[in-house]
């Protein structure tokens, strides 16, 4: 007969695991969207007042731009307010994952569309008005600077060193330090900064791209630049793409944690029959451990008491059974 029992570290036994910089991360990206609509409203207004038809198609790009910012933000704050929704099996920290996905679609398809307007023009080029579509390049380019500078901080992670206790505990450690990166990072907040930062990257190509037009007459500088800015927005939605989907499909990002758990039940002589390790949320981990024994006395609390070593593990469930009951 089996013993079973779920616990999680340090907090009872809620199911909270949002990232440590959860709430300053949702209020710096609802600062870059009050930013990128007060410029919206500022380029839709200025051009249909002064009849620049540049300003005011500038403007509706940076709806968008607003728009995938309200996706982050909106995941944080639905995943802060739900937190403790008990129909969240697993709490809501895998809701920025799924908001840094949906954003990676988004890039794709924002991509497909800088390529094709490039691929047109390539073709079919359109008097370009330098005196208007520089300094809007320029603009924009601050503006999204600006809204890195928000954003910038904890978007990639951090690595949490373990205390192994095994005898190779400090290998181990270094060996996967970019796996617990990984296992730490805010998909949310990076999906909003790749954004920004894609953005920038498409402004500052257009400044290159216009001003070797105007200078040397170059038209097609300005679709080239649109092209190389669409394949760099596409390499970075890919993996963003790739990063959050393994994560939605609970695909473990730190195997050397799964085996570091292993080593922890089995170094004491019993047998680990069955190991899942999983993300739940930035820098929150989940195991499901099944243990055969023939001690007695070691009861689920035991090996909790034992898994406690590894910081990012929040969640445990432990399933005790004898040796003789599974031979």
């Known amino acids: 007969m089996s013993n079973f029992e779920d616990t999680a570290f340090g907090a ?3 199911h909270i695991f949002l990232g440590a910089a959860h709430e300053d991360n ?21 051009g249909s007042l002064f009849g620049s038809l540049a300003l005011v198609a500038d403007g509706l790009h940076m709806s968008t731009h607003a728009g995938a910012m ?38 794709a398809m924002i991509a497909l569309l800088i390529a094709y307007e490039a691929v047109s023009r390539f073709l079919s080029p359109v008097p370009i008005h330098f005196g208007q579509a520089i300094p809007i390049a320029v603009l924009g380019l601050l503006v999204n600077l600006a809204s890195v500078w928000l954003l910038s901080g ?15 505990g400090h290998e181990d450690e270094h060996g996967h330090d970019d796996a617990q990166t990984a296992a730490n990072r805010d998909h ?26 105007r200078a040397f007459g170059w038209v ?24 959050t989907g393994s994560i939605l499909l609970d695909m473990n990002p730190d195997r050397r944690m799964a085996e570091n758990v292993r080593h922890v039940i089995e170094d004491n002589g019993d047998t680990v029959l069955d190991l899942h ?21 070691r009861n689920p609390g035991y090996y909790r008491a034992a898994l406690k070593r590894f910081k990012g593990l929040s969640h445990v469930t432990v399933e005790v059974n004898p040796t003789h009951a599974v031979a």
Request: proline fraction near 1%; hydrophobic fraction near 50%; aromatic fraction near 8%.
């Open 12 to 14: 009872g036994h809620d």
């Open 26 to 46: 949702e209020r710096r990206t609802w600062m870059v969207i009050a930013l990128c609509s007060a410029m919206m409203v500022a380029e839709i207004v200025g």
């Open 70 to 107: 309200l996706i982050a933000a909106l995941a944080y704050t639905y995943a802060r307010k739900h937190a403790g929704d008990t129909r969240f099996v697993f709490g809501t920290g895998k809701l920025g994952d799924l908001a840094g996905f949906t954003s990676a679609i988004v890039l």
């Open 154 to 168: 904890d978007h990639h992670g951090h690595s949490h060193g373990h205390s192994h206790g095994h005898g190779h």
């Open 188 to 213: 949310n907040i990076r999906s909003a900064y790749i954004h920004v930062i894609a953005d920038a990257a498409v402004s500052v190509l257009a400044i290159i791209g216009l001003l070797l037009a």
């Open 220 to 243: 097609w500088m300005d679709p080239l630049a649109g092209v190389i800015g669409a394949l760099v927005i596409a390499n970075w939605s890919w993996g963003l793409m790739r990063d």
């Open 277 to 297: 390790v999983w993300r739940v949320g930035p820098g929150h981990m989940s195991a499901i451990v099944s243990v055969a024994t023939d001690e007695a006395r």
